[in-house]
């Protein structure tokens, strides 16, 4: 059966403004040199999938960092009319006219990364929790001024250091922003897999900076490299051999060393994501 590509992750740029304790980013363990997507190969994947529903445009990074990101943005708007545009962002780059061009161009979602409030959130992300709310929650009011429909959710990880204030984080938010989303930390422990992972069954699929393509944002050293999006388009790549051999591997119960690691925080807040 061929697997169909309906959803991508680009990842704009594997470069961040802060160093959050809870990011392989921020804690250097991503080893990956190739930090910013040329806008050609934005423009090539485009041009390649003509039927792609879903973009999102972050894996590991602040997607508001790439230099070109409006370009971007207005050449899947032009391409791609119809697709969705989703992303996340720690919201620190949130500028008046940051905000203004954002509310130009057709979004339908963007997530900020809010993971408590006051303390919590200052020792996970490293910056001040006061002036973030603050850009959000101007940008909410712009946004409903303008009556754009870009949907905004605060998004937080679940672990250890952030559970018991989650409760705090959901009332604060709810009414201000579309949706609060929890999902658990990636833990990176040996775990004990029950059967494939459906992350190898259902897109988006994840193209890095340099153009290769991994079935998930876990993979984020590129262990489970499936192709290349500079040479072949996705739907080929998600149904080459590469793939079908590690879903394979997923079948037979022999996870790769990553899928063994691969691991999420244990909460009854939020389901697993991968498992
Ligand atoms: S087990 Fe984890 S690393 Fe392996 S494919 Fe699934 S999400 Fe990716």
Not at 75 to 82: C, D, S, V, W
Not at 148 to 161: D, F, L, M, S, T
């Amino acid at each position: 059966m061929t697997l169909e590509v309906k959803g991508v992750t680009l990842e704009l740029t594997a470069s961040c403004n802060l160093k959050c304790t809870i990011c392989p980013l921020g804690t250097g363990l991503l080893k990956r040199k190739c930090k910013t997507m040329p806008y050609a190969l934005v423009d090539r994947i485009l041009y390649d999938n003509p039927n792609l529903e879903r973009i999102n445009l972050n894996n590991w990074g602040e997607p508001l960092l790439h230099p070109e990101f409006f370009r971007i943005l207005s050449g899947i708007n032009t391409r791609l009319p119809k697709c969705q545009i989703h992303f996340a962002t720690n919201g620190t780059l949130l500028s008046d006219s940051v905000a203004e061009k954002l509310l130009k161009h057709r979004i339908h979602e963007i997530q900020f990364s809010v993971d408590g409030i006051d303390d919590t959130y200052e020792r996970i992300r490293n910056t001040k929790y006061n002036e973030v709310r603050e850009r959000i929650e101007t940008f909410i009011k712009r946004r409903n001024a303008a009556k754009n429909p870009v949907r905004i959710i605060i998004k937080a990880v679940v672990c250890k250091e952030t559970e018991d204030g989650i409760e705090a984080l959901t009332k604060a938010w709810t009414g201000l922003a579309d949706e609060v989303r929890l999902q658990p930390m990636l833990e990176y422990k040996e775990g004990v897999r029950s059967g494939p992972c459906r992350e190898l069954f259902n897109d988006p699929v994840v193209v890095f900076t340099d153009g290769r393509v991994v079935p998930c944002c876990s993979d984020y050293n590129g262990e489970l490299e499936l192709g290349d999006a500079y040479i072949a388009d996705l739907r080929t790549i998600w149904n080459g051999r590469m793939a079908e051999a590690i879903r394979d591997t997923h079948k037979r119960l022999k996870y790769p060393k990553v899928c063994q690691l691969c691991t999420e925080y244990k909460t009854d807040r939020c389901k697993e994501r991968f498992k």
